[in-house]
């Protein structure tokens, strides 16, 4: 199966093209802390050709999930070299996903913090924080002198990821968090040089990805995009255009991979966003979203795809790709557990092997 060839991502040679994709899964301690019971996840799935960690905050006053880990702190760093040795130690390669909330982080979870945006419009709905459901903060609109700071957390983060052992960093440029709630058209209200045309829209992502790539190298990072997904009240008028002009303009950073999630949630936004990713950008292209084995070997074998990223199958399956090499059963997620703590539905789920 063409799923079980070697591919380059950047300085990483990953054995297979079956990559465990970026899942949110609040186990980490107090103080965003990752610890042993992590480290087992991530480690029993270290037989894919690449692990993306959940998304990890790079500021602190940043959380959106409570208990999500950190990147920030030596102290993270240092809990974090358990997560890798792990992982290496299984023969696995690992990255870490970088990554601000924005405005999808609550002041009732981050000792008052405010809660930051591209611009002042919430997101619809409700939070879950430490004293129960509450309406989503109406942000703070971040001025032009606040957002060197942000992009120099993301520069730091990438440092202190490769210091606790980590393969390189996936930017998280997705799912209306920070870098998301500037890229696209709906929540993004400015009228400076960081909103209204798709080159000021895209600013902070690209001096977030120059800063980056400065501080551990271009082939050390990847980037994830989600053109379509309306999670976290997100639109933008004109997906198609929105991925075209980001994977053109992509190629000049010489990136280990850009990673793009091909459907929204809830189906509100529709497009082939993967044909035009494919047609303008000349790295490596993982798809995400859905995919099953069969589909993932028929997209990369015609050359739309050069690799996919399993999500709740991966999470369901330590041994994925052996599963999927035997074209055997797979165990189904218990989405109750998607979300909670400790290790019941998260490293009970049990391999083929027993």
Known sequence: MTLFTPLQVGSTT?????????????RADAGHLPNALMADYYSQRATGGL????????????????NEPGIYSDAQVAAWKQVTSGVHAK????????????????PDINGGVPTVSSSATPIEGEIHTPSGKVPHAVPHALTADEI????????????????????????????????????????NQRTDGYGGSLENRTRLLFEVLTAVTAAIGADKVGLRLSPLNSYNSM???????????????????????????RADFFGVQKGDVLAVARAKYHGVLVGNMGYTAEEAEEAITAGQLDAVAFGTSFLANPDLPARIQLKAPLNTPDQSTFYTQGAKGYTDYPTLQG
């Not at 692990?51 to 409570?66: D, H, K, Y």
């Not at 696995?92 to 996903?97: A, K, P």
């Not at 053109?248 to 999630?261: G, P, Q, S, T």
């Open 235 to 261: 639109q933008d008028s004109d997906p198609l255009a929105f991925i075209g002009f980001l994977a053109e303009k992509l190629n000049a950073f010489k990136l280990a991979y850009l990673h793009v999630m």
């Open 148 to 187: 060197p700071a942000i992009v120099a957390a993301f520069a730091q983060g990438a440092k202190n990821a490769i210091a606790a052992g980590f393969d390189g960093v996936e930017v998280h440029g997705a799912n209306g968090y920070l870098i998301d709630q500037f890229l696209r058209d709906t929540p």
């Open 91 to 106: 023969g696995g390669r690992i990255f870490l996903q970088i990554w601000h909330a924005g405005r999808a982080a609550h």
């Open 51 to 66: 692990l993306i960690t959940e998304c990890t905050m790079v500021a602190p006053g940043t959380s959106a999930f409570i």
């Open 14 to 26: 990953l054995p297979n093209r079956i990559l465990l994709a970026p899942l949110t899964r609040t």
